[in-house]
Nanobody
């Protein structure tokens, strides 16, 4: 059974940092791109970032460029999202998802992803 487990969320002050983890199981992890999405209350789900299966291709939504860094450790079947300089507007439930192949093609579209993990809450507030 394919499973994705997101963790690492919490409450942080503006300007602070968090690192989210997405652990995969039930599939060959290094065969698939992994994406991160977020959804704030009352808003639509928004793409955040995507990493190809090898980690050589990285993608970010403009609003997080320069602040967030996606990476992966295929030996540990885990993708990370390092979030720095957090803003109140980053408050959302963050979820990871498995792509349908190795590359982040059309990575901003939810239909690109076949499996989703449960979300982890990130709250940025003073």
């Amino acid at each position: 059974e394919v499973q994705l487990q997101a963790s690492g969320g919490g409450l942080v002050q503006p300007g602070g940092s968090l690192r989210l983890s997405c652990a995969g199981s039930g599939f060959t992890f290094d065969d698939y791109a992994i994406g991160w999405f977020r959804q704030a209350p009352g808003k639509e789900r928004e793409e955040v970032s995507c990493i190809s299966s090898t980690g050589n291709s990285l993608h970010y939504v403009d609003s997080v460029k320069g602040r967030f860094t996606i990476s992966r450790d295929n030996a540990e079947d885990t993708v990370y999202l390092q979030m720095n300089s957090l803003k109140p507007g980053d408050t959302a439930v963050y979820s990871c998802a498995r792509g349908r192949g190795r590359l982040c093609l059309r990575w901003h579209l939810t239909a690109t992803y076949g499996y989703w993990g449960q979300g982890t809450q990130v709250t940025v507030s003073s």
